[in-house]
């Protein structure tokens, strides 16, 4: 591989040579690879979801909800860019890493290269609100605005989210209500009970991605002062709270029926759950990299297929 003069982070964030990945730094691969497309069911998730919920009150219109998936996927590109930038600068990504590599620590792409893809995803997502914002008026402004402001905010900013132990209840407030229930808003100018109940089993679950990333990580972060609630609490507490989200989705009928629609379609998605028991067995049991790196994907499309399967589900309701 050519690295030319592009080197990798040390813990101190200064620079040392690079990690042998087979990919050409400053390539198509490389900014893919920068992207995480495995974490894009996190954003696409909620939007469906929320979409199926503006069609089961016949509020369903194709443009808002083509524009807020595409807002939705660049604000995570965003964010995905701004956690490698951020977590380079402060020293949490280092050559001790377990986890998928990331791009500037491995410098498949310099800082600055980074931080400029971050820009262009958050500009674009701003271009999707604009849009939004001339059918919805200023709630999406203000939601987009504390999308992005979030999404940066996570691993940057002089009060990083995710090395405050914070970081569990931003993805859960923003990739299930802000996201279901702002996708519902853009295209019924009104937000339903079924929206907000759609919202709690998918923050759960996309909160799982962050803990298994957090139970993988808890030791490395621990030295790099990135305070996790497992780095804070200990790998059994980051195991509990990976069960216990599960359960939260598993009671979706329950939360349907609280908002007042009862129905078996609910159960629907009911069907996707024993595609936990593998993740859920590896976070459980495991600590190297390439195994809970393996339960990251599958917690990955958990979520995805749960969306699907409760998207047709409130549909058919």
Not at 35 to 63: E, K, M, N
Not at 252 to 280: E, H, K, N, Q, Y
Request: charged share 10%; net charge positive.
């Amino acid at each position: 591989m050519k690295s030319g003069n592009r080197t990798s982070a040390s813990s101190s964030g200064t620079l040392s040579p690079p990690v042998a990945t087979g990919i050409r730094p400053g390539s198509v691969s490389a900014w893919i690879l920068g992207a995480r497309l495995r974490t894009l069911t996190a954003a696409a998730a909620p939007v469906l979801v929320g979409t199926a919920c503006a069609w089961q009150i016949g509020s369903f219109h194709f443009g808002p909800a083509f524009a807020a998936l595409l807002g939705s996927l660049f604000i995570q590109i965003g964010t995905n860019f701004a956690n490698d930038y951020s977590d380079f600068k402060k020293g949490a990504d280092t050559n001790d890493r377990i986890g998928p590599v990331r791009v500037t620590q491995s410098a498949l792409l310099k800082p600055t290269e980074v931080k400029s893809g971050m820009i262009a995803c958050f500009g674009a997502a701003t271009v999707c609100g604009a849009y939004l914002a001339t059918i919805a008026g200023w709630p999406v402004i203000a939601i987009g605005v504390l999308s992005i402001l979030s999404g940066y905010a996570y691993t940057g900013g002089p009060l990083p989210l995710g090395y405050n132990g914070l970081g569990d209840l931003f993805v859960f407030l923003f990739f299930g209500f802000v996201a279901v229930c702002g996708t519902v808003f853009v295209q019924a100018l009104s937000v339903p009970m079924i929206a907000v109940a759609a919202s709690i089993p998918i923050g759960s679950l996309a909160t799982n991605i962050l803990v298994v990333n957090n139970v993988r990580d808890c030791e490395t972060d621990r030295r790099a002062g990135k305070g996790t609630l497992p780095a804070r609490l200990g790998r059994g507490f980051g195991r509990s709270q990976y069960v216990a989200l599960l359960i939260v989705a598993a009671l979706t009928p329950l939360w349907f029926a609280l908002a007042g629609l009862r129905s078996p379609w609910t159960a629907l998605p009911l069907l996707a759950i024993p595609l936990a028991v593998p993740a859920a067995r590896a976070v459980l049991t495991r600590t190297d990299g390439p195994t809970l790196n393996d339960a990251l994907t599958r917690t990955a499309k958990l979520l995805f297929v749960f969306g699907i399967l409760l998207s047709v589900g409130i549909v058919l309701a």
